[in-house]
Structures are given as C-alpha cells and as structure tokens.
C-alpha cells in the first residue's frame, strides 16, 4: 500500500514541475516522467496489459512532443491570463475539487472492488466463463476482441480517422496554399 | 485517500487547461487529465492481494473468480490510451499549424481567433 | 545530412531485428499472455521510429513508403471489419461472431479462434497510422525549420503584414 502514495506522490510534483515551469521542453520531459509513473502503477495494480501498452505509448507520445516543440521556444512566453479570469478560473477550480472529495467517500474502500459484491454482475461473467467461451487464456484480450468488440471496431474507426487528419492538416499541398496567402 | 489524490490530479490538469496561454501547456494540462482518469478507473478494479486476469494451468476456477482484479475497466483503458495518442497527434499537428500561421503559440495574440 | 554517429548505427542494426521479433511476439501470444494488437502494433511502430531516428528518414522511406502504408492501414482496417462480417457466413445473423472457436473448438490455430486473426488486422492498423503520422510530423518539422530561418521576422512585424 505504500508504494501507491510514494508513486503518487513522484506524481504529484512531476505535475506541479510540468505546468509550473517555464521552458516547454523541460515541461515536456516531466510529462514523460509521469507516463513512467502512471505504468508502474498499472503493473502494481495487476494490470500487465496496460502497463506494457502506456510504457510504449508513452515514448511514442515523448518523441511526437518534442520534435512539435523542439524548435519552437523563439518566442518565449510565460505568466498567465488577464488577473480577473485567472481569479475567477482558479476559484472555479477549487470549488470543483472541494465538492468533488466529498463525493469519492460515497465510494466503497480502496481494495474492494464493487463487482465482487454484486451477484451475477458482468465482471464475474466474464471472469468464470471467458475461457471456456473463447478460448483465450487473457481474459483482458477475450473482453476486448469477443464479449465487446463493438468497442474495439468503433476506437479502430476513431484511430483511423484521427490519423487521417492529422496527415491531412500537414501534408505539403495545402501548406502551399495556406502560405501563399498568408504572406 | 488515493482516490482524493487522483482526483488531485486531475484538477492540476484542469487547472492549467483553464489558466496557462501557452498552447503546448494547454495541450500538457489535457495529457495530465487523460492520465488521471485512466489510473481512477483502473483503481476502482482493484482488489487487494488479486491477480492479474489471465488464466494460468493448474489454477482452480472458484479460486481464482474469487481473487482475480476487475477485467473490464482494464479493456475499456487499453482502447482508450492508443485513441489518446491518435487524438494527441491530431492536437499538436493543428498547434504546428497555427504556429506557422501566427508565428506565435501564444493564444491571447492570435487576433482572428478572439471573439 | 542522415543519421546519427557509427555507435548508433552499429547498435541499431543489432537491435532493430530483437524488437521485430518481440513486437511479432507480443501480437501472437496476446490470448494468452499480456499483451495483444495495441501493444504489439505500438512496439512495430516503434521499430520504425528508431531506423528513421538512427539512419536518417531516406533510409525507412526505402524500405516502406508512405504510400504504401497507407495502402497497408486500409488493409487492415477492411480486414477487421471482414473478420466481423464472418460471423454471418458462417453462422447465423450474429455480428461479430467468435465463429471459429464455436463451431470447431478442436481446430487450434494459436488458441483463440478469431481473436488472433483480429489481433493481426489490429496490430497492422495501429502499426501503420502510427508510423504514418510520425513519418508526416518529422517530414512537416524539418521544411519548417528551413523556413524559419530565412525569415527571421519578429511576430509583431508580421502581424501587421
């Protein structure tokens, strides 16, 4: 149970380092130790699964910031909003997180899982039957690819169409164009 | 507790989508959210002293109903962390758009954009 | 212009083939081990990040066009919806039918019945839209930079052109 608090604690200020720094690539690189913070996590959760996925991930992600950013530090901006939306911003935010810890003590204490007490509940499902209906021994992969895999087919139509826009947005013929006009 | 820090998390992110005018910090402060979020959802699923949900030969089936974590909330967060580096991508290639644009990633002095 | 030092390159040429290897590995063995499409197709990508980061982007432009990952990210999505449309060749009108494990429990391909074939089709979607849109980024980053530099206005200036 301790190695959660000291994890979420590297966390905590690898957060406050990120949003409170001035340079971008230093910000940058505290989002990246927080990446490594959230696997680890995963992996102390029992959840191999996505700890493998989030560490890979994570590097990708790393190097799509830094070659966007990398070049870009010339115009150094720093400071916040106008003083009056920024008092108004952080009160809205305080307020937000004031009332939202009252509600995480309505939940059940962290260890016990709602599903183990709830009968016939879609968890216990999956867990007592998954291998005999797919015949696959991850009962992760068979959730994903059998019992739900309408979710599956809709987040590859999401990948694909977030991908093709962003090749859109930045191949060469309509750079051209936008340039031309702007200068 | 952990669930407080989580959600301690989450709102360092959402304070500084809200406050910050530098683009990329923006973009930062919604990658921090995205973490938060995920490690909640895969919290809730946990049981202490469990196993990971994956069948091993010679386990017995009652046991191990009775002392597997929650697999569901770890396949709906295995979509949607590949979906947020896709919508990452997309973010920062409109950033660089605009930057080339406006010269700037500066949000206060990109004119034609403020109402 | 291309790449980085010898060491690098020396390196990179020992590794590249072990992170293939583990990627493939991962997609294969996803019913039965951690891992599975999105990881193993993520550690491919990666495989090709590291050629283009090491050897300069000529040298991964040989061997896999953008083009042709394109064509390669289609095949894969059209695979996976053809895995779904299966289940009613197969069976009876049910979408997305675990028809191969149903029908013949016996027959062991790896062990899961479809869920291997669209591990594949997934691997291949998220191996190519990823290494397309790093390939797009670094192509876009390195004009710009170019250009950058030869107009060197400050932004002020160019505001009020």
Request: with cysteine.
């Amino acid at each position: 149970m301790t190695i959660f608090y000291i994890l979420f604690l590297f966390m905590l200020v690898a957060a406050i380092i990120a949003v409170e720094t001035k340079k971008l690539l230093g910000s940058v690189i505290c989002i990246g130790a927080i990446g490594f913070g959230v696997s680890l996590m995963f992996l102390f959760l029992r959840a191999p699964d996505i700890a493998i996925t989030q560490i890979v991930v994570e590097i990708l992600g790393l190097i799509i910031l830094i070659r966007a950013t990398i070049a870009r530090d010339l115009t150094f901006i720093s400071g916040d909003r106008e003083f009056f939306g920024v008092v108004v911003s952080v009160v809205i935010v305080l307020v937000i997180f004031l009332a939202g810890v009252h509600i995480f003590e309505t939940l059940p204490e962290f260890g016990t899982p709602i599903f183990a007490e709830t009968t016939g509940s879609a968890s216990q499902t999956y867990i007592s039957e998954g291998f005999q209906k797919t015949g696959a021994a991850n009962i992760v992969s068979a959730v994903i690819l059998d019992f739900r895999a309408y979710d599956t087919l809709g987040e590859t139509t999401i990948l694909f169409t977030s991908i093709l826009g962003a090749t859109v947005l930045l191949r060469k013929k309509s750079r051209k164009l936008l340039g031309e006009v702007d200068a | 507790m952990l669930y407080a820090l989580c959600f301690l998390m989450f709102t360092i992110g959402l304070y500084c989508t809200v406050v910050k005018k530098n683009m990329v910090k923006i973009v930062i402060g919604i990658v921090i959210m995205e973490y938060a979020v995920n490690l909640f959802l895969i919290m809730l699923g946990y049981r202490i002293g469990g196993v990971a949900p994956i069948v091993v030969e010679g386990h017995v089936l009652g046991n191990f109903v009775d002392s597997s974590v929650d697999p569901l909330p770890q396949a709906l967060v295995l979509t949607a962390i590949v979906i947020s580096l896709g919508s990452l991508a997309l973010i920062i290639s409109i950033c660089v758009r605009t930057y080339e644009k406006y010269g700037t990633f500066d949000i206060t002095q990109i004119r034609r954009l403020k109402g | 212009m291309s790449g980085m030092t010898i060491i690098v390159k020396t390196i990179c040429n020992w590794v590249k083939v072990l992170i293939l290897l583990f990627g493939l590995y991962i997609i294969l063995f996803g019913h039965a081990t951690p891992g599975g499409g999105f990881a193993g197709g993520v550690i491919l990508a990666g495989t090709y990040v590291l050629i283009m980061l090491a050897f300069g982007r000529e040298a991964v432009e040989k061997n896999l066009s953008p083009s042709l990952a394109g064509k390669l990210l289609s095949v894969g999505a059209a695979s996976f919806g053809l895995i779904a449309l299966a289940g009613f060749l197969f069976g009876r009108d049910k979408f997305l039918w675990n028809f191969i494990y149903q029908k013949w429990p016996d027959f062991k391909f790896l062990g899961g019945g479809t869920i291997d074939l669209a591990e594949f089709a997934i691997g291949l979607v998220v191996t190519m839209s990823l290494y397309l849109v790093i390939f797009t980024i670094s192509v876009y980053c390195r004009d710009f930079k170019c250009r950058d530099k030869q107009c060197d206005i400050p932004v002020k200036e160019r505001e009020q052109n």
